[in-house]
């Protein structure tokens, strides 16, 4: 039984998308592993942005100096 944690900052991910990550990750594991999606698990959690950092930065700050 696969579960699968996807976590993203909480920045407006529409219901589509997360319903489309959960199905395309459910059909990757189909696929590739042969894993049955009747019993594949995908839990999405958004994280506050101030929660999130990269490179010892907050994600803000990261993405003004990547940009």
Known sequence: M???NIKITR???TTEQ???L???VTDLLQEKLGKNP???VVVIE???MENWGIGGL???AFRRQIK
């Open 22 to 24: 959960i199905k395309g």
């Open 38 to 40: 009747s019993t594949t």
């Open 18 to 20: 997360k319903a489309e």
């Open 58 to 60: 907050p994600v803000e």
């Open 2 to 4: 696969p579960y699968v």
């Open 11 to 13: 920045e407006g991910a």
């Open 46 to 48: 958004e994280v506050d």
